[in-house]
């Protein structure tokens, strides 16, 4: 199970940082990522990590502004996000993919997902 927490309502330019608490099962071995679905719009990747934190992967319009980074004895796995803008409006969501897939184009089908924190971005 994927928990998600740390949504709200900010404004532009502001930050925010989402966690990702997974239970039930180790995790320390899957690549786990996050991603949003706005309003009207088909869910996107934001980013991933692989399972030591040593390699990230990020969709172009948030890098430089996203970090994503795991903390695996606590099996949680963060979202820092910095400079938000409207368009980063959406429902975040967290998930687990154990065949390892970090990259956009190979994380299509993730495993686990969690139920979404909303991330509210006023202008």
């Known amino acids: 199970q994927l928990v998600e927490s740390g949504g709200g309502l900010v404004q532009a330019g502001d930050s925010l940082k989402l966690s990702c608490v997974a239970t039930g099962r180790a995790f320390a071995s899957y690549a786990m990522g996050w991603f949003r679905q706005a309003p009207g719009k088909e869910r996107e990747f934001v980013a991933a990590?692989?399972?030591?934190?040593?390699?990230?992967s990020y969709k172009d319009s948030v890098k430089g502004r996203f970090t994503i980074s795991r903390d695996n004895p606590k099996n949680t796995v963060y979202l820092q996000m910095n400079t938000l803008k409207p368009e980063d409006t959406a429902l975040y969501y967290c998930?687990?993919?154990?065949?390892?897939?970090?990259?956009?184009?190979?994380?299509?089908?993730?495993?686990?997902w969690g139920q979404g924190t909303q991330v509210t971005v006023s202008s």
């Open positions: 998930v687990a993919d154990k065949s390892g897939n970090l990259y956009e184009a190979e994380l299509t089908a993730p495993d686990y």
């Open positions: 990590i692989n399972w030591s934190g040593q390699s990230t």
